[in-house]
């Protein structure tokens, strides 16, 4: 898709919006998971999450092709959104989003208050994605999917990050939306000629990539409803299940639980907050700590964009007594 040279342009392209995100090593994560724990903070992103890097390669090129575009539409829960909002303005490029019914109310406002125009549509994801691409036509304005070369060239740029600024990985966990993140992950590792192992973490609740990671061939899902609404995907990208299938040693999933103890454990390890994809990644560790035990691993904090109500209800809420003691 592409080679190190365009993948360390792209990351220069980025840097002039916002530094490398940091990389730590944390103590308390290492005495929970009795692994070595490197997490990237991607939720340090001035949209606090790491589409912001694949909105910003994608809207550079749009521009330079197409300088008269109209402008661009899209779909999204939040993030993908956010990126789009932020580079549009940068470079003068009008941004509709198109979001489900009940989607997050501070996403949105986030979205708005990049300047971008949003519209309400469908049930979930999937539906508001076909609507957003009706949009594109009926209207004239360049549909931006939430796979693309433009979009993976991008958020690989914090893989980059991560690989050249910790030590050697053993092991990488990254969340699965639609694709973009892990595929980054993966070609990222393969321009470097590392050997870490990367798995992909999904929810129970939509596990389509799980599924057709394992029989070799697109499985869509019927329902997303998990809360991690960064993984609620019900059809996967065949380009990105090419690259994960190819890349990726498994995928694990994760259950809603699993991941409100996992985003009370990085507050109370790091004092960062994690939205639900952000800390899927530490809830597949914590379901694996047996077989990472004394490795050094790498997690995605993929980003911090959680509603308050989200997280007063589902973290702090009836749930809060369930799995969220530290092992040693």
């Known amino acids: 898709m592409f080679d190190l040279p365009a993948l360390e342009a792209a990351a ?15 103590p308390l994560l290492a005495a929970r998971t009795g692994a070595e724990v490197w997490v990237k903070h991607e939720n340090h992103t001035p949209t606090g999450a790491f589409k912001l890097r694949g909105g910003l390669v994608y809207m550079d090129r749009l521009k330079r092709e197409r300088p008269q575009v109209r402008g661009v539409v899209s779909a999204t829960r939040g993030n993908h959104g956010q990126s789009l909002a932020y580079a549009g303005a940068r470079h003068g490029v009008p941004v509709t989003i198109v979001v489900p019914q009940g989607n997050s109310t501070e996403k949105n406002a986030a979205m708005q208050a990049q300047g971008a125009r949003l519209l309400e549509h469908g049930a979930d994801f999937d539906a508001a994605r076909a609507y957003a691409a009706a949009l594109a036509e009926a209207e004239g304005l360049e549909f931006a999917p939430s796979f693309a070369p433009d979009l993976v060239l991008g958020v690989a740029t914090y893989a980059l990050e991560f690989f050249r600024g910790a030590p ?69 990208d065949p380009a990105a299940l090419a690259i994960i299938r190819r890349g990726a040693a498994r995928v694990v999933t ?21 939205e639900g994809a952000g800390a899927a990644p530490l809830a597949a560790l914590l379901q694996e700590r047996g077989r990472m035990a004394g490795r050094r691993v790498g997690l995605v904090l993929c980003g911090g964009n959680i509603d308050l109500a989200l997280f007063r209800d589902w973290v702090l809420g009836r749930e809060a007594g369930e799995g969220g003691g530290r092992a040693g």
């Open 12 to 26: 220069a392209l980025v840097h002039r919006a916002f530094p490398p995100t940091p990389q730590y090593a944390w």
């Open 168 to 236: 050697a990985l053993d092991a990488l966990y990254v969340p699965i939306g639609l694709g973009s993140g892990i595929c980054g992950c993966i070609l990222a590792r393969d321009l470097l000629g590392l050997r870490t192992e990367i798995i992909g973490v999904q929810s129970t609740e939509a596990p389509a990539y799980a599924l057709s990671f394992a029989a070799g061939r697109v499985v869509t899902v019927e329902s997303a409803q998990t809360r991690a609404d960064g993984m609620a995907v019900r059809i996967p």
């Open 254 to 274: 994760v259950t809603d639980a699993e991941v409100a103890a996992a985003i009370r454990a990085y507050w109370q390890d790091t004092h960062n907050l994690a």
